[in-house]
Every structure is written in structure tokens, then in C-alpha cells.
């Protein structure tokens, strides 16, 4: 296994995984049940994308609560939960062109902190 082999050179070495926001249903459809990947991978960051949730953005604030409680129990066995978003799509009712309101960016911040998230990471593709 590389983790093991990786870690016998590197002992402290921490391998880190961006995943699908769920693994019951990512592990039906695509194969990535990540509630397995405990022995190789010690930080887990769900991929909480408001591009996966469809409705407004409060819909998604909701949804993203919700989303971290479970990910807290299938992450039990990892080392960290980070909780992963992406910051393009967060702007999905503003035009491409405009200003890009930061009162978004912070609301998400705080709905993560209210979850007691261990930590964020911050994803953006344009």
C-alpha cells in the first residue's frame, strides 16, 4: 500500500482527501465509500458544494448544516474533518461579471463555525 510504504519513511507524514459530501450515496453510484479510507487517508474534506445543491442559497446554508452533522459521524475514524466549498458557486445569482458579495462567503464561514468544524478548506475553479 502506498500509505504504508510512505509511512515508513515518513512517519509523520498525513495524507488528506477531498471527497464526495456523502459516502453512502457517492459509494453506491461512483464507488468512493470514504467511511473506508481511515487506514490510508487521516484527513477527510467533503466536498460541500453548493453546485451539488440546487435552490437558493439559504436552501444551501440549511443543507450545508445538515450535511457537516452526518459527515462528523461517517468521519469519526479520521484524525481531522475539514469541511470543503467552493467559492465560485456560491455566486450562482449574481451575474460572472459583477461584484461578488462577501456577506456569501462569510455566511458559509459562520454556518461552518457553528457546526463546530474542525477547520476549512476553501476550493475555487473558474
Request: glycine share 6%.
Amino acid at each position: 500500500m502506498t500509505a504504508e510504504a510512505v509511512r515508513e519513511v515518513r512517519p509523520r507524514m498525513e495524507f488528506s482527501a477531498a471527497i464526495f459530501k456523502n459516502p453512502v450515496r457517492s459509494g453506491r453510484f461512483i464507488g468512493q465509500d470514504w467511511r473506508t479510507f481511515p487506514p490510508y487517508v487521516d484527513i477527510c474534506i467533503p466536498m460541500d458544494y453548493r453546485g451539488h445543491i440546487p435552490g437558493a442559497f439559504e436552501y444551501y446554508l440549511n443543507l450545508l448544516a445538515e450535511s457537516i452533522r452526518s459527515q462528523k459521524e461517517w468521519a469519526r475514524d479520521y484524525r481531522s474533518l475539514l469541511i470543503g466549498f467552493a467559492v465560485n458557486s456560491l455566486y450562482n445569482e449574481e451575474d460572472p461579471a459583477g461584484p461578488r458579495p462577501p456577506e456569501k462567503f462569510l455566511r458559509v464561514l459562520d454556518r461552518v463555525r457553528q457546526s463546530e468544524g474542525e477547520g476549512i478548506v476553501v476550493f475555487c475553479v473558474e
